[in-house]
Structure formats: C-alpha cells, structure tokens
C-alpha cells in the first residue's frame, strides 16, 4: 500500500510541474478562484485548506460550505454566463459535469474545466485527494490526507482481524408513504458498508437505490439495519421502526434491535472524507468486542 | 310532378330569360339508410329555378336528411345533378359559389364582428376587401341588420346570428348569376314575427330572379304563404306534391301529421290557412 | 331583443404591427445587453460589431456566443409555439388547445426520456453520441410518431373528426405518462434529474445549426399558415359550413396537423418542452386584434417571441448564478394571465 501511494505521489509531482508549465497563467496560486461542482469536491477542498481559493459551489455543497457562497445551481445544467460573470479561474467537477456547450463555452472564455474521477474505492478517493491538491496547490496537505485515510483503512482491517464472522448490514431509505428504498450495489452506503467490514446482502440482486417488498428484505436476513441520522430522527427508535416494519420482526436485527445510525453527509457526492469517517465508527459498532 | 297554374298574388317574372322550367338540381334514386332507419327510399326530385320549393313534413320524416343529401353534407346513394352537371363534376370551389346552405344552428365560440361573419362569405368569390364590403354592406341592409354589424357575434341573439348567416349565404351567392341555389334548413325556427316574414320575402324575391330556393319548414302556413311548390315527404318517399292549394288537402295533412286540420283561404292572399281542430 | 354591450379594444393592425416590431427590437436589445454578467450597454451592443475588435474576449464571447445565440432561438420557439398554438385553437375550433393537443408532447417526453435513461450511460463511453444529440432526435422522433398514432385513430374514411383525435390525444398523454412512471422507477437519480429539467425547457443550448432549422421553420410554417388564413375563418363556423364555401376540409385538416406537428417536434428537440406560450398568446392575440386568422396568425408570432424573450431574460438573471429553466418562466407568467382569461369568460357568460 506504501509503495502505491508513493508511486502515485511521484506521478502527480510530475504531472504537477507540467501543469505548471503548461497553465502559466498570469494569476498567482493563493488568489486562485475555483468553483466547486460536487459535495466530494468541496469536503476535500475544506479538508485542504483551500477554501479561501473557493468562490462559488454547487447545489450539493450548500451543507459543506461555511459561509455565504453564490450556489451555481445544479451541476449538469451550468450557465456559462453567470459562472464566467464570478470571475473564475478554474471549475472543478465530475465528468458528469453539463452541459457541454457550457464546458465548451467556460473554455473558450478562459476557464479551465477540471475533471477529477468521481470513483467509489477508496484508492479512487486517494487519487482525487491528489487531484483536487495539485489543482489547489496543496500537494503537500494532500500527503498528511492520504496518510490518515490510509491509516483509518488499516485500523478496521486489523480490527476486523479479530472477528470471526461478517455481519450483515442493511441501509434503508425511509419515506413516508412509499415503500422504503435499499442501497444496492454502486451506492456509496454500500462502499461504506463494506468498508466498515461487514457485507450487504442487498447488493448482489439490486443496483442503486431502490425499492423492495418486505419480503425480500427478510429474505436477505440482516443482522443489523443501517439508517441515515435524518431517517431516525423523522421515525425514532428502533421499536417505532418495527411497528413501521412489522415483517423486519422476522429478522436477526429485528429480533436483536441491531440498529445503526450513518451521518446523511456521508452519503452524498460519493465516496468522501466523511464516509472514511462514517466507516471507521460503524465498524466499531458493527463489530462490538 | 305537376305543377297547377300560380296564384295571382305573385310577383310578375322580372327576368324573362327566367325558365321556370329549367331544372336546377335533378336527384335520381335517393336511398339513404340511417340508424337502421330509411329516411329516403329510392327518391327522386327536380327542383326548379325560379321558384320556392318548401320541404314539409313531420319530425324525423327526411326533410332535413333531404336538404343534407342535396347539399352533399350526407353521403347517399344515387344521382345528383345540379344544371345538368353530375355534382362530383363540380370543383368544391365552383360550387360554393353557386350553393348556398344556410344551417339551422351555427356554433362560432370566437369574438368575430358581426359585419366580419358575413365577411366570411366572400371566401370562394375571389374578389378584393373593397368589392366585398361593397356586397356585404348591401346583404346586411337586406335582412335588416345593418345597425348590428359592429356588434360582437356571440353577443347577439339567437335570431339576430341567424339572419348575419343569411346575410353571409347571400354574400357567398352574389355572384352566382343565373346558376344559384339556396338552401334553407328551418330558417325561421329562432325568429320573431316580423324577421320570419322577412326572411322568406327575402328568399322569394331571390327565387323570382331566378334562384332555386329549397326551404325546410315546419309551419304549415308559412309554407302557403310563401312556397311556389310544397313537397311533403314522410317514411321516405313523397307524400304530397304540388301548389299549396294542391299539396295542402285535409286529408293528405291528417294522415302524414296524424291531426285533423280545416283548410281555410287567407283573407287578403291567394293561399290556403291550415288551422288546427 | 335582448342585448349585451361588449368593450370592443381591438387595435387596427397597422398599428399593432409596427408598434409590435418596434417591442421586438426593444426587447432583443435588452436581450444582448441584459445578463448575468455585468457588461455595459455600450460594450454590449460593440460587442456585436464584427470589426470592433478592442474589446475584452470574454465580453465578446458572452455577448456573441451565449447571449445573441439565446435570443435569436427565443424569437424563433417563441413564435412557433404561438403560432400553432393559434392553429390548433382554429382547428379544434376551440380556445382551450394548445399545440400538445395532438400528442406531440407527450411523445416527446417519452422519447427524451428513452435517450436519457438508456442511452445516458451509453455517452459516458461514447460523447460522441451526445454531441449528435441523441435526446433531440428522439424527442422529435416520439412526437412525430404520437402525432401520427393521434392522427391515425381519429381519422377514417369520413375524414377526420377533431374531437376522436382530441380524446386520443388525452389518451397518448395518459400512456406516455404511465411509461415515464416506469423510466423514472428504473432510472437512476441522475437520469431523473435531467429528464426532468428537460421537460422544463431551456434555450440554453442554441447552436447556430439549431438557430437556421428554427428560422427556416418558421418561415415555412408562417408562409404555409398564412395562406390557410381565410381557410382557417370558415373553418371556425363549423365544418360543413366550411365545407359549403369550398373549403377542402379533409386537407385542410390535415395539413394543418403535420405543419403543427412538425413545429412543435422541432421545438421540443431545440429547447425541451416551453408550455403555456401556445395556450395563452393567441388568447392576447384575439383580445388586442381580432379572431381574424389573417390578423391574428402574425400577432400570434410576433407576441410569441417577444413574451419568450422576455421569459428568457427573466430566468437568467432572477436567482442568478441560478438559471431558471424557462418553461417555469412561461409557467408563472402564463398562468395567473390564463385564470384571468377564465373569470372573464365566466362572468360574460353568467
């Protein structure tokens, strides 16, 4: 793992003195003015030390901002005008950034359109750290980042060493009137999960977030259900959740009351600091020795 | 059919090129079938130029389905012709300036001016804004509404929308020289009085210049007021044909009406009063 | 004889068309000097000067490549959607149409939402596909052929009958309604987003391609319409009585249906779905110069664009650096004004 993270660390040194030769642009590094189009984007500018760079960010960053910052609305649907009329020198976003001709236009104005991988591993994580620094010149905040990320990773690996059989964690999404969503494959709470150590048994039948009878879920047996903080709050406590849920009565987290709580913030704009975070803590309690 | 010899209250023949002979439409074989019901039933008919042909007859008898057939708004079996030309042979464009059917009900939901609606009628004569407001103008004073023309259409009455509709049929006939027909489906059923008189005087001083005029009426005594020829017609096939005092017997009324009626002579006029036991 | 007055405030329209020119100017000049941004008026109008070249580039890259692409689109979507808004109000004889009556939207809507949710991943690999533009084709695609389908079910060997094709129209609506429920079930939340941004409409993305096409549908659409103006007037008397002035009303109909069609597809693959123009601007129409087809087909096209451009202008720069889609704009501005339109219709007919 050490030797990877220095690899890529070399790389983006590299990649950084060519930045620097080929984007030598009259403005200097410390008063660099960037729009953030993503909530992973914005955490990890924050957790840089750049936010000062920060002029503007998307509809997903309003809770990760401090401060009153302009909200460029949405990040598929960019106007070109108003981002140009901030004065920007950058913005950075996913790939799912649109629509084009808005990228296209910020160009040709003199923006530059920055995209960092939007990936749910953690060495996707590590890799956009490295990017969003080089772009905000903070390589070497970036290292001490990575360090802890990698540091929390090994801490449940061990952890999880000392435990014998994985449980199996199920994150539902609760709304009122409507049948309740599960977290499928590709979702960040399935990353977390996993992470965490334990295993979701919903990700080998449903992608995304979607809904399921009540059936399925007792089906799939878990040992412990997983809420976001909001979810719970709305319903209270576990009891409230089997009234609500009569059939999840039928299940080990039923018959045990295993119930799990995860920071909502966690969960949007990808794999991000606080998922680290989020996964280091759930495995402690998941995991209760 | 026959035709006996014409009351003395008529106007003289202005137009003596006028055949009152000359047919103007000539339907052969009518057979029209609607609702399992047979409203015409191998029907033939010659209506003449220079006269006014009434269609009577009771509810449902065929004397509306008749006019719409003639017209060409029904589709029925059978030959129609109208000036010796097979109807499908006439441009629709031709026609219209030649026919003129005035329905019994319109629905205009739009806030057209009245003088507009009859505006409407210059449509198929291809002539300038000028010549047209020239015709209309005259059309209006015709039937009497020449004070409503900048009145707002949907907020006339019902017998005020009738008669801007004459006035747009005349319009659309205005230059139908000797070739015109005019067809009236139940004109004076929203009228007042004075109006329905006024219409079919209107009509009549057409016929007498030369134009066939088809009415549908369902007042017996209008009928024999103003017809030059009363068809009446029931269970699909023609009942009566003739004059008023031809085609208005007791007997013939009795059965086709199924009430019994007395036969009077009006006291200024030349025609038959239908009064009712 | 009963009669009710009526307030006539009709203007000549050799009044209302200059005036309403002179508006159009006046509004696509707010239009290049209005924006998020702030550039001075005289800055922006030099901006459009191709020989003036000492100015900033971003100025005129905002001026000539975002805000006068806008505007011209606005002027062509907004005119076309009035204008078969008008002929689809003469053609089902009714005030209460609007263009989507014949099933265009809703086909539309359900062919965006197949570009989007099966083809969006599909870009991600291949942004070529994007950049022909899978949505627009598709969109235009599904309204054509939702048109056609209307079309087809209300037409027999009698001809067409307006009110058969007005109720299938509800129904495509219904069933391409139910389809959208289940792409938006199986489609993730991105795919949700931008298809509902799409059927909020946007004039954000002109291209100078997509300008001409609008242009030159406009002016085939006006030439066309316009010839059917007289046409179009005794077609509101009803028709049989249309076709007594010889009208030939079965070609009439349905020439009127694939121009209409045809508009309105193309429309919808420019900028999405804009509602409310169609309904509501020949409404003004009427009211300002008369029923008159002859008056009120170029009325309808000229008050269409200047009230698109003026939506445009508001969603850009009310929530700034927000930008409105301008389907709300027209929403909001259309609404209240249409509501009004029916208490008045109420209280003239009580």
Not at chain 1, 19 to 39: D, H, P, Q, T, V
Not at chain 1, 64 to 85: F, I
Not at chain 2, 100 to 108: D, K, N
Not at chain 2, 167 to 175: F, K, P
Request: charged share 15%; hydrophobic share 50%; with cysteine.
């Amino acid at each position: 793992m050490e030797k990877n993270i220095n690899k890529t660390m070399n790389t983006m040194k590299l990649a950084v003195l060519a930045s620097a030769l080929i984007f030598s642009s009259s403005s200097s590094w410390a008063s660099e003015r960037i729009i953030s189009a993503g909530a992973a984007i914005t955490e990890i500018i924050y957790a840089l030390n750049a936010e000062s760079q920060l002029v503007a960010v998307d509809l997903t960053s309003k809770t990760l901002v401090k401060g009153a910052y302009p909200l460029v609305g949405y990040h598929r649907q960019l106007s070109a005008e108003s981002l140009m009329s901030l004065t920007p020198d950058r913005i950075i976003g996913s790939n799912e950034m649109g629509p084009i001709s808005t990228l296209k236009l910020l160009k040709q104005g003199g923006v530059d359109v920055d995209v960092v991988n939007s990936g749910e591993t953690v060495k996707d994580l590590l890799e956009r750290i490295d990017e969003v620094a080089a772009l905000t010149n903070k390589t070497p905040a970036a290292a001490s980042l990575k360090a802890e990320i990698s540091k929390k990773v090994d801490a449940i690996q061990t952890h999880l060493l000392t435990q014998s059989t994985p449980k199996k964690v199920l994150f539902l999404m609760i709304h009122d009137g409507r049948p309740a969503n599960v977290a499928g494959r590709n979702t960040t709470a399935d990353t977390v999960i996993r992470l965490a150590g334990a295993i979701n048994p919903a990700a080998s039948t449903v992608e995304a977030y979607k809904p399921i009878s009540a059936e399925a879920m007792v089906q799939m047996q878990p040992d412990i259900i997983l809420l976001s903080g909001r979810t719970l709050s709305s319903i209270g406590t576990i009891d409230d959740l089997l009234k609500k849920m009569p059939l999840l009565a039928a299940t080990p987290a039923g018959k045990n009351k295993a119930l799990a709580t995860i920071d909502g913030t966690a969960l949007i704009g990808g794999l991000g600091l606080k998922s680290i975070d989020e996964a280091e803590r759930l495995n402690k309690v998941f995991y209760q020795d | 059919m026959t035709f006996g010899p014409q009351p003395n209250s008529l106007k003289p023949l202005i137009n003596n090129q006028v055949d009152k002979n000359k047919v103007a439409i000539r339907a052969q074989g009518l057979n029209l079938i609607l609702g399992g019901k047979t409203l015409l039933d191998n029907f033939d008919i010659d209506i003449h130029a220079g006269e006014v042909t009434a269609l009577l007859g009771p509810n449902g008898a065929g004397k509306s389905s008749l006019l719409k057939v003639l017209c060409g708004e029904i589709e029925a079996t059978g030959n129609i012709a109208f000036f010796g030309q097979n109807r499908n042979q006439w441009s629709a464009k031709n026609l219209a300036k030649h026919l003129g059917v005035l329905p019994q009900h319109s629905t205009l939901n739009f806030a057209f001016l009245a003088h507009e609606v009859v505006e409407l009628g210059g449509l198929p004569l291809e002539l300038s804004n000028i010549q047209t407001q020239q015709i209309t103008q005259e059309k209006m004073s015709l039937v009497d509404i020449c004070d409503l023309g900048h009145r707002l259409y949907p907020s006339l009455s019902g017998g005020e929308k009738q008669r801007v509709h004459f006035a747009r049929i005349l319009t659309q006939l205005s230059q139908a020289g000797e070739q015109c027909v005019l067809m009236l489906d139940e004109p004076t059923s929203a009228l007042d009085l004075a109006h329905q008189h006024k219409t079919l005087q209107v009509a009549k001083e057409l016929a007498s210049n030369g134009a066939a005029v088809i009415i549908v009426l369902h007042d017996l005594n209008l009928a024999a007021q103003y017809a030059d020829r009363l068809v009446i017609v029931n269970h699909g096939l023609i009942q009566a044909d003739g004059t008023p005092w031809q085609a208005l017997q007791p007997d013939i009324i009795e059965r086709v009406y199924g009430w019994p009626v007395y036969i009077s002579s009006h006291p200024t006029g030349d025609f038959p009063v239908i009064l009712s036991h | 004889m009963q009669s009710r007055r009526m307030q006539l405030q009709r203007l000549p329209i050799e009044t209302l068309l200059p005036l309403g020119i002179g508006l159009l100017f006046f509004a696509i000049t707010s239009s290049i000097v209005i924006g998020p941004m702030d550039i001075s008026f005289i800055d922006s109008i030099k901006a459009l000067i191709p020989w003036e070249t000492d100015l900033p580039a971003h100025i005129q890259l905002v001026v000539n490549q975002i805000r006068l692409p806008r505007t011209l689109l606005a002027i062509a979507i907004g005119a076309i959607l009035a204008l078969c808004g008008a002929v689809m109000q003469g053609l089902f004889r009714n005030p209460l149409a609007d263009p989507g009556i014949i099933g265009v939207s809703g086909g539309a809507a359900l062919g965006a939402a197949i570009a989007v949710v099966f083809f969006a991943p599909l870009v991600v690999n291949y942004p070529l596909i994007l950049t022909l533009g899978t949505v627009p084709v598709f969109a235009f695609i599904g309204g054509a052929l939702s048109t056609f389908f209307v079309y087809y079910l209300g037409t027999d060997k009698n001809g067409t009958s307006v009110t058969i094709m007005l109720l299938a129209g509800v129904a495509i609506g219904a069933l391409s309604g139910a389809a959208l429920g289940f792409m938006n079930f199986i489609a993730d939340d991105q795919a949700l987003r931008d298809l509902s941004l799409w059927s909020m409409g946007s004039l954000a993305g002109a291209t100078w391609p997509g300008i001409t096409l609008a242009f030159t549908t406009l002016a085939v659409l006006l030439w066309l319409f316009c010839r059917d103006a007289n046409a179009l007037n005794a077609f509101l008397l009803g028709e049989a009585e249309a076709k007594h002035m010889g009208v030939n009303v079965q070609m009439l109909k349905r020439r009127l249906i694939l121009l209409c069609a045809a508009g309105v597809g193309v429309t919808v693959s420019l900028t999405g779905i804009i509602g409310f123009v169609g309904l509501v601007i020949p409404h003004l129409g009427r009211m300002l110069s008369g029923p008159n087809h002859k008056t009120l087909l170029p009325m309808s096209a000229l008050l269409g664009a200047l009230i698109l451009l003026i939506a445009d202008m508001i969603a850009r720069v009310v929530l700034a650096p927000l930008e409105l889609p301008v389907g709300i704009v027209t929403a909001i501005l259309g609404a209240p004004f249409f509501i009004l339109l029916l208490v008045k219709q109420k209280g003239r007919m009580s």
